[in-house]
Nanobody, 122 residues
Framework: QVQLVESGGGLVQAGDSLRLSCAAS????????MGWFRQAPGKEHEFVAG????????NYADSVKGRFTISRDNAKNTAYLQMNSLKAEDTAIYSC???????????????WGQGTQVTVSS
């Protein structure tokens, strides 16, 4: 089992930045690819970004390319999502997940955190 706990969400204004963290415990963090997904009210889950186990490969949704950066620190068992130039449409609950590839497919992720709320006011 891998336990994931997100933090760093909050209420910000459009154009601001936030950094989300995903702290992992349990099985070896460095063996897992990590992903971030989000769900806005009334909408489906949406892939945001993914990173391979070693950090050498990243994958982003078109909607966040150039604004968001995913990273990880395997020594700290933590993944991050740096979000810049936030927009009102980025408002959602953001969840991290651990799986076997940095894919946009939710089914490829085995472990999920509870999520953290990000609200961007326009």
């Amino acid at each position: 089992q891998v336990q994931l706990v997100e933090s760093g969400g909050g209420l910000v204004q459009a154009g601001d930045s936030l950094r989300l963290s995903c702290a992992a415990s349990g099985r070896t963090f460095r063996n897992y690819a990590m992903g971030w997904f989000r769900q806005a009210p009334g909408k489906e889950h949406e892939f945001v970004a993914g990173i391979s186990s070693g950090g050498g490969t990243t994958n982003y949704a078109d909607s966040v390319k150039g604004r968001f950066t995913i990273s990880r620190d395997n020594a700290k068992n933590t993944a991050y999502l740096q979000m810049n130039s936030l927009k009102a449409e980025d408002t959602a609950i953001y969840s991290c997940a651990a799986g076997n590839a940095p894919t946009n497919l939710r089914a490829r992720y085995d472990y999920w955190g509870q999520g953290t709320q990000v609200t961007v006011s326009s």
